[in-house]
């Protein structure tokens, strides 16, 4: 066959398709579809032509038969082309049949693993590796390797021996030397199977912009070139208007640096300018250069290089930057795409009368949105308020009483239907759900996803809701949304990011996502403060894995773990810890309403409580402050729950002499654990399993090599081992010199040698800021170590702990704060010390302390020289912890005075630390020193202040302190936070309020107050987003959507006296006190809870009401008739 | 054996729509298709190599001894160089290389499901 017929025969063929598929394109242009379609036909054809010659070869031809199968296979092929070709255990399909070659047992196909996502690059690096190596003489005698797509993590390397092929994947990095297996036969083919391939982007196409400026935007295929990966697209134009009306010269130097960095919008940033229609009259009233060109698909415009038809941006990128899959247009986006038609083409009528003009782009968008709609499915859930659209009782309304497989069961809302049906089934098909103004709904799909709102507004086909978290009316599908009286608490994540996510909000400030608004984060910062912060904002998520601290009693805090706050404003709550930053702890309570629950305490105000197997001390371990090391190790190690580990606990029986050494404190005494200390968790001849203190590791060790501390020699002999305990040693420091300076002042200073090199770690860089102030600390005294020599052994220095008067709390909480790990703190780098340098001057500048620290447990021990002249860090180190002194009375002030030499090494940190003389007591604060430094709470002083007022109020309220663990509900069930109330006995009885919180002596703290209706007046009165508007639309209900008229009822009290000035009384009564605050005006969609009944404490969702009686659906997904009087309102927020 | 060429980087890879073979575009612009060039004529001429060559493909393999494979005899790779293949492409060849391998009876057998 002759070129010529080629081309005839491939018109006829796309002739043929043409008017099933595409009628309406033009002749002479060829376009893709058709080449596919001719190419294919070819292919067919030469495939046939080869093999009727190698049949020819075997057999004449009998041509009936021939013909037949002729048929048989074009058949097969057609299925085949259509892409429906099931595989069905040939690998490529039809033809193939007639060559197929035998898989050889000579040569089997072997399988070996490889990095996972790397299969392709792990064959062509292999392909590599033949290739090189056939260059040396020594060929690899694989003979083929497969890379399937299917196999993740695998390749097939087919070769004669299992030898070649370890032999081919030896020292290559992206394999794992597993041994290779072999494929069983029957699975050969099965490897060489390819998926379906994607569906190649086509003209209409929806897609998104994965980067740069239009990245997340919507944007519609106009042409795509997948072989060049190449795709034109149209997109709502993000045009800079501002820079027009900047200089020549600016634009000019701005286009230079956008050219030198590629594609313009794809190196700005996302949305950095708002969407808007290309209009030409308007950029060249603001000066813009545009031009006018024609071609052969209309006429379009070119501003800034770029090309503009119908007011869309038509732009030319690469594939890689859309995203394909997955692309669901919201009706707004897609509404725009139809709107900016419409009115492009009203402004620019031209652009619409050429027969290539993109209003078949049009139809595709419009075409798509029913389909949208169509393809999501509707999820009724019981509760729902449904109408009938498919169906002859189309425009019956009813409510949803349960959800078979394929059966919708409704409660008709028909008197007389009721009477003879008590309940209907429909399919889902024919129901659509249907909301009445004023209800109150979240969205449970869409972009809108976890936004609430009351509903303003019901059409056809469309919810108009009023959100909570915008203030603005967002429309909604009907299927998106549903009833609910669950304020939105916003998205749970949105991009990166989602709820309680721990973001750096700035250089300095990390906080917690309490809150996600569409494009704003409610952000709580370390200090408590609450933050609005856009998503762009946010230089990113940062990770607490691993990140510790150490509670009030010094037992480690890791994130997840339970604690108990035991002073402060949030004093008794119990909550888990979510986050650590330094010694800040943002906790989650599900009591707490505010701030979805988070808020912010210090390390130190905190007690853990059923700590996880992580944590060194007990929850109920004795807080008397500073137990010394050796005392508090054995104390927290050894109670049995510490053995984690399958069985180990059950050998403890063993004999006497054996288990006497059984869950012992040992020091080791040789190896390469020497030094450390761990508890013997079994014996077993001479060798004993060992569980190391330091690290969580447990080793098995010679019993000779075991010294066993009894508590006596903990106390009189343990030392203070860096290794043992990273943090204990930091920890402990501090108090020291400030402690038993003003007895020993000489004595004390070779304590710390062995300190030392910890505690500098302990307050890297900025720490020292965020020191809280100690409340009993002592001053410092810079001076007192420096003079005197090291002649102490380490050995003396618990000696020296013991003997040193048991601290006051408070002190042993300042000690707490170097001990804050801090992952980020640069490493010590003994370099930096001059091996050579002379011996420090008497003292040391503050600055020294800042030293980047060293890494604990690896750190070296000093070396003579470097030992010296990190003695005197320790008097600076003093010095630097004092950012914030008290007034306690100092009787070592004296050598501070002098000014201490630069140090000779020169630190990194010292610039921030001028030389200045040490901070002596009452001096203020170093410069840099936040304000906070000085309040017991490093909080903001702001939410300080809030804070205390808070808990005067608490106070005032609980006359006794709060028994504390215990938080059964021994008093009614139905007592619950955001209930609605009535005092019943006491000096408020008769007033209403709401529960706010429920202690465990069966006394809970009520927020005195009384719902009202709110008139429309009252609105007026007060700023449209003032406190109290936004306090009227968050908890009250909006009835009509037209502002003038808009009456919000039911008012929680909270909302109410802050809206008016006065302030939340709260009241603490006995829970038997209350009763149930009587229900005035019911609405579908509030919550209640049962008071009475064997649901008492349950809570439901009011579905409707009927006289006395409601319909509420409970949790459990029951519905039931209750009487008005046995159920309390369940305030929102 | 046969001679053998191997794509020199992980990224920028088009396979030859003709025979399947797997290279950088940079490579097929400097030395077209060792097995196909007689065809489709890549070399030097770089819209030439982005029409005949595609980077969609699903499937890789490494053909090291086409004439005794197993895997190179089904996949119709046999005599072919030795390289990295793409078990099947997809991309749309020039009518005028497709109208010469028909003439030719060259089967381009990567591409059976464009």
Redesign the interface.
């Known amino acids: 066959m002759s070129a010529e017929d080629f081309f005839d025969t491939a018109e006829e063929a796309s002739d043929a398709e043409e008017e099933e598929e595409t009628p309406s394109k033009g002749e002479e242009v060829a376009t893709q579809d058709e080449l596919a379609v001719a190419q294919r036909e070819a292919i067919a054809r030469i495939d046939r032509r080869n093999r009727e010659r190698s049949l020819n070869q075997f057999e004449t031809l009998d041509p009936v038969k021939a013909a037949e199968e002729d048929e048989k296979r074009a058949a097969e092929w057609t299925q085949r082309l259509k892409g429906t070709y099931a595989a069905d255990g040939e690998a490529a399909g039809g033809l193939r049949l007639v060559r197929q070659p035998n898989p050889s047992v000579d040569s089997p196909l072997w399988m070996v693993k490889c990095k996972r996502g790397h299969e392709e690059e792990a064959l062509i690096c292999l392909m590599q590796k033949a290739l090189n190596l056939e260059a040396r003489g020594e060929p690899l005698l694989i003979k083929s390797a497969v890379c399937s797509e299917g196999a993740r993590g695998f390749l097939y390397i087919e070769a004669p021996k299992v030898d070649f092929v370890k032999k081919a994947i030896y020292g290559m990095e992206l394999f794992f030397h597993s041994k290779p297996s072999v494929v069983p036969i029957g699975e050969w083919t099965a490897v060489l199977r390819t998926g379906r391939e994607e569906t190649p982007l086509k003209r209409g196409d929806w897609v998104r912009m994965r980067r740069g400026l239009y990245k997340g935007d919507l944007a519609q295929v106009v042409d795509a070139d997948e072989q060049r990966g190449q795709v034109t697209l149209r997109l709502v134009p993000r045009l800079n208007l501002a820079s027009l009306t900047a200089s020549p010269e600016e634009r000019e130097r701005e286009k230079e640096e956008e050219k030198a960095k590629g594609f313009r919008a794809l190196s700005l940033k996302p949305h950095a300018f708002p969407q808007a229609m290309f209009k030409p009259t308007q950029i060249k009233e603001l000066g813009g250069n545009v031009e006018v060109h024609r071609d052969a698909y209309g006429e379009y415009y070119l501003f800034d290089d770029h090309e503009f038809r119908s007011g869309f941006l038509h732009t030319v990128t690469k594939i890689a930057n859309v995203q394909r899959n997955d692309v669901r247009p919201s009706v707004e986006e897609a509404r725009q795409f139809q709107v900016l038609v419409a009115e492009s083409a009203v402004a620019e009528p031209k652009a619409q009368d050429d027969q290539m003009a993109p209003d078949d782009l049009a139809k595709a968008a419009l075409s798509s949105l029913p389909k949208a709609a169509q393809q999501k499915m509707q999820i009724f859930e019981v509760g729902d308020k449904v109408l009938v659209v498919n169906s002859d009782l189309a425009g019956l309304r009813g409510g949803v009483l349960r959800v078979e497989s394929n059966k919708v069961i409704i409660k008709p809302f028909h008197k007389e239907l009721l009477a003879q049906f008590s309940s209907l089934a429909f399919e889902p098909m024919q129901l659509q759900k249907t909301f009445d103004v004023g209800d109150h709904v979240k969205v449970i799909s869409g972009v809108h996803k976890g936004d609430s709102g009351a509903v303003i507004e019901v059409e056809d086909n469309t919810v108009v809701m009023f959100s909570e978290l915008t203030n603005e009316n967002v429309d909604l599908r009907p299927q998106d949304v549903q009833i609910s009286s669950e304020t939105g608490t916003g998205m749970d994540s949105r991009g990166q990011f989602s709820l309680h996510d721990l973001v750096q909000i700035d250089a300095r400030n990390v906080g917690c996502i309490v809150k996600i608004e569409r494009d704003i984060f409610q952000v709580i910062d370390q200090t408590g403060t609450l933050h609005r912060v856009r998503a762009q904002e946010i230089s990113g998520k940062r990770s607490n894995r691993g990140v510790r601290t150490m509670d009030a009693n010094r037992a480690t805090i890791s994130v997840g773990d339970v604690v108990r706050v035991i002073e402060g404003p949030f004093k008794d709550r119990r909550a888990t810890v979510k986050h650590i930053h330094r010694f800040y702890l943002f906790c989650h309570s599900r009591e707490l309403m505010e701030h979805s629950g988070i808020f912010v305490v210090h390390a130190r105000s905190c007690q853990a409580q059923g700590s996880t197997p992580s944590s060194s001390a007990l929850p109920g371990a004795p807080s008397v402050a500073w137990p010394t090391q050796g005392d508090q190790k054995p104390g927290a190690m050894a109670p049995p729950p510490r053995s984690f580990g399958r069985g180990r606990g059950g050998r403890n029986n063993m004999d006497p002499e054996q288990s006497g050494l059984v869950q012992k404190t040992v020091r080791i005494t040789g190896g390469p654990n020497k030094g450390l200390m761990g508890i013997v968790k079994s014996v077993s001849g001479t060798m004993a399993r060992v569980e190391l203190h330091t690290k969580c590791k447990t080793v098995n060790l010679e019993r000779a090599l075991l010294f066993v501390i009894t508590k006596e020699d903990t106390e009189t002999t343990a030392r203070p081992l860096y290794p043992q305990t990273p943090t204990h040693p930091g920890m402990e420091t501090p108090v020291h010199p400030g402690m038993n300076t003003p007895v020993h002042p000489g004595m004390m200073t070779p304590v710390h040698p062995g300190m030392t090199p910890i505690h500098p770690g302990m307050t890297p860089g900025p720490a020292p800021f965020e020191m809280p102030a100690p409340i009993t600390r002592p001053p410092p005294t810079p001076a007192a170590p420096a003079p005197t020599p090291f002649v102490k052994k380490e050995e003396d220095v618990p000696r020296q702990w013991t003997a040193a008067p048991p601290q006051p709390r408070a002190a042993s909480r300042t000690c707490l704060i170097p001990d804050t790990p801090c992952p980020r703190a640069p490493r010590a780098t003994p370099r930096k010390l001059p091996p050579s340098s002379p011996l420090p001057p008497p003292s040391r500048p503050p600055a020294v302390s800042l030293n980047p620290p060293p890494t604990p447990g690896s750190y070296p021990m000093p070396s003579p020289a470097g030992a010296r002249l990190q003695y005197p860090e320790m008097g600076a180190y003093t010095p630097a912890m004092q950012l914030a002194p008290t007034s306690a009375p100092t009787p070592y002030v004296g050598p501070s005075s002098v000014p201490p030499p630069p140090t000779p090494g020169g630190y990194q940190f010292s610039q921030r630390y001028p030389y200045a003389a040490p901070p002596t007591p009452g001096a203020p604060p170093t410069p840099g020193t936040p304000a906070m430094g000085g309040y017991p709470y490093p909080l903001g002083q702001q939410l300080q202040a809030q804070l205390q007022q808070q808990a005067q109020l608490q106070q005032q309220a609980m006359s006794q302190p709060v028994p504390v663990p215990p938080l059964v509900a021994s008093v009614e069930t139905w007592v619950q936070p955001r209930v609605e109330v009535e005092v019943s006995a006491g000096s408020h009885a008769g007033q209403t309020g709401v529960v706010r919180e429920l202690f465990g002596d069966g006394k809970c703290q009520v927020q005195l107050g009384h719902t009202e209706e709110v008139r429309p007046a009252a609105l007026h009165t007060c700023p449209p987003h003032g406190p109290l508007a936004s306090a009227l639309f968050f908890a009250g209900r909006i009835l009509q959507p037209n502002p003038t008229a808009l009456a919000a009822h039911r008012m929680p009290s909270l909302h109410f006296a802050w809206g008016l000035g006065s302030g939340p009384q709260l009241i603490s009564v006995d829970a038997h006190a209350l009763t149930p605050a009587p229900i005035r005006d019911v609405h579908p969609g509030d919550r209640v809870v049962l008071v009475r009944g064997a649901d008492v404490g349950q809570i439901g969702t009011i579905m409707g009401s009927d006289g006395g009686q409601v319909i509420v659906r409970k949790e459990s997904g029951d519905v039931a008739m209750v009487d008005l009087a046995t159920a309390a309102r369940v305030v929102n927020a | 054996?046969q001679p053998?060429?191997?794509?020199n980087s992980?990224k920028q890879l088009r396979a030859c729509l003709v025979c399947g073979l797997i290279k950088t575009t940079q490579q097929f612009v400097e030395n077209g298709c060792e097995n196909c060039e007689k065809y489709v004529h890549l070399s030097g001429d770089r819209e030439r190599v982005?029409?005949c060559?595609?980077?969609?493909y699903?499937?890789?393999?490494?053909?090291?001894?086409s004439n005794?494979?197993?895997?190179?005899?089904?996949?119709?790779l046999e005599g072919k160089y030795?390289?990295?293949y793409a078990?099947?492409a997809?991309?749309?060849?020039p009518?005028?290389v497709?109208?010469?391998?028909?003439?030719r009876?060259?089967?381009?057998?990567c591409?059976?499901?464009?």
């Not at chain 2, 005794?68 to 119709?76: A, C, D, E, I, M």
């Not at chain 2, 497709?98 to 003439?103: K, R, S, V």
């Open positions: 054996m053998g060429v191997c794509p992980f982005l029409d060559t595609t980077p969609r699903q499937g890789v393999i490494l053909l090291n001894d005794h494979s197993w895997v190179g005899k089904y996949l119709f030795r390289g990295v078990i099947k997809s991309g749309i060849l009518p005028e497709l109208g010469d391998l028909e003439a009876g060259v089967t381009p057998h591409l059976n499901a464009s």
